[in-house]
């Protein structure tokens, strides 16, 4: 696939201060996820309406596009010094083993979009599995996983992001990516969020040769990203927002699917 930063791609993330889910509404135009909060350490203030990870307006959740959010805490802010935490000292983000196995993100995980095209996830012996088999149809389609934080995370000690990854995707391409608040879309209804509308963020592909069945570690460096995100700038790294990972499934009139069977684990701040 061609990829370049005028990619459309739509995540809605919705965060609650408990691990509920709740649902976020789209046009057939934005790929829409939603997900439960952390373990219950974040208040109101910081529930979130949603985050973008793509290139056009958004049209935000049906329920969370107000100045509010349904739980009563601001959208649409930067990131502060009391909505901000300091990445753990030993980078660790989530080992999928249990509840203190990294920071303490949404422990739902976020598939997206919400239709059958979305692929299915599992944390399976203490890793994140996903599997994808969807058709290509007449338009690009983005489907994908994503983690998202409840508050802002300043990772300015580390140099990126890395993982270790196993599998195989056939049909479709791959791509990692994260996300700090001026590269998140602020119409989406986001507690924190400065960017325009169509603000989405940088990405990097992870190619064939770097997956195998036996599991390696990938490097994503934040100032490495090989496709910008909107704006056109680096990623700033005090105030981390999201990350995750992608399928690109071509427009094709032949129906070929998108296939892959995907296993990560150990995902930290390098």
């Not at 046009?27 to 996820?33: E, L, M, Q």
């Not at 949603?50 to 509010?68: H, K, L």
């Not at 088999?133 to 994908?144: C, K, L, R, V």
Request: charged share 10%; aromatic share 8%.
């Amino acid at each position: 696939m061609n990829c370049s930063n005028r990619h459309h791609i739509r995540v809605l993330l919705s965060f609650i201060s408990t691990f509920g889910l709740a649902q976020a509404c789209s046009s057939n135009d934005t790929r829409a996820v939603s997900a439960g909060g952390a373990t219950g350490t974040y208040g109101a203030d910081e529930a979130q309406g949603g985050a973008s990870v793509g290139g056009s307006s958004a049209t935000g959740s049906s329920s969370q596009t107000s100045s509010t959010s349904t739980t009563g805490g601001a959208i649409g802010r930067d990131c502060t010094p009391s909505s901000t935490v300091l990445a753990p000292s030993d980078g660790l983000i989530a080992s999928f083993s249990d509840v203190d196995g990294g920071m303490e993100f949404a422990k739902r995980t976020i598939e997206y979009p919400f239709d059958a095209s979305a692929p299915k996830v599992t944390i399976d012996a203490g890793s994140l599995h996903i599997t994808q088999n969807a058709p290509a149809t007449s338009s690009n389609q983005y489907t994908g996983v994503a983690i998202g934080f409840g508050h802002c995370v300043d990772a300015t000690a580390f140099t990126g992001v890395e993982f270790s990854i196993s599998g195989s995707v056939s049909g479709c391409t791959m791509k990692y990516f994260s996300g700090d608040v001026a590269h998140q879309d602020s119409t989406t209804g986001a507690a924190y969020a400065t960017g325009a509308a169509g603000a989405y963020q940088p990405q990097s592909p992870i190619t064939s040769s770097q997956l195998s069945t036996a599991p390696a570690t990938l490097r994503m460096p934040f100032n490495g990203y090989a496709f910008a995100g909107e704006p056109q700038t680096p990623l700033d790294v005090g105030k981390i927002i999201l990350l995750g990972w992608q399928f690109d499934i071509e427009a094709s009139a032949a129906g070929s699917n998108c296939v892959a069977d995907i296993t990560i684990d150990d995902v930290r701040f390098y």
